[in-house]
């Protein structure tokens, strides 16, 4: 975060030129901001602030937080996911206070990329911000939105759900309609709906819950 506070000035060779100085958070006015798809924060220690001589004010507080967002895996494993990352301040109108971000999109883009770990299980596709005025019953507010999107790696759940499942509806097909007689048909068939149930239960357990519609493959 940066901001001015054109009362916090001073001529650095007037004082061995010095020309910043690292003060506690407390000590001056700082914006107050907070992200509202957070559902859990954990803190950052380092509350200090840089304070410049020509009254600019530079905090910078890593933290780690918990989202919630709305996923869609139709076409599940398949599937890209956008998740959004909404940082505003109902404390001051934009009468007071409004929020701009500094560095360009592919800038953050690069930076964001560099800190992605790469060997997960979704790969880090885009990232855009919207900047606009959110209108509420007593103000209007600045918020900035951060739209992250991923894609899921599907190569795990290739080799691992989506060929069993067809190697065993293959296997099925070719059984009945096969030479075998009817005994060897039924009891084929039983050891099928087990193995399909089993792969049910596999899929069942590694899908989010948070989806409104299941995925094509757990519908058929």
Not at 21 to 40: C, G, K
Not at 77 to 103: G, I, W
Not at 115 to 127: H, I, P, Q, R, V
Request: charged residues 15%; contains cysteine; aromatic residues 12%.
């Amino acid at each position: 975060q940066e901001w001015e506070n054109s009362f916090v000035t001073w001529e650095p060779r007037d004082f061995c030129n010095i020309s910043q100085v690292v003060l506690p958070m407390e000590t001056y006015w700082s914006p107050h901001i907070l992200i509202l798809e957070r559902v859990n924060r954990q803190n950052s220690n380092f509350d200090y602030v840089t304070i410049r001589h020509n009254g600019s004010f530079v905090s910078t507080q890593p933290f780690q937080v918990t989202l919630t967002c709305s996923l869609m895996i139709l076409k599940f494993p398949f599937d890209t996911q956008t998740c959004n990352v909404s940082v505003a301040s109902f404390l001051h109108p934009v009468t007071e206070f409004v929020m701009r971000t500094k560095r360009t999109e592919a800038a953050m883009m690069k930076d964001s990329q560099s800190y992605f770990l790469t060997d997960g299980e979704w790969k880090f596709t885009n990232l855009s911000a919207i900047e606009y005025i959110e209108r509420l019953e007593h103000g209007e507010f600045s918020v900035i939105t951060y739209k992250v999107s991923m894609e899921r790696r599907p190569t795990l759940y290739i080799l691992n759900l989506i060929l069993p499942t067809c190697a065993l509806y293959l296997l099925d097909m070719a059984v009945l309609f096969g030479p075998s007689s009817l005994e060897e048909k039924i009891s084929f068939q039983i050891a099928i709906i087990l193995g399909s149930s089993m792969l049910a239960v596999i899929l069942n357990n590694i899908l989010p819950t948070s989806s409104n519609k299941p995925p094509i493959i757990g519908t058929r």
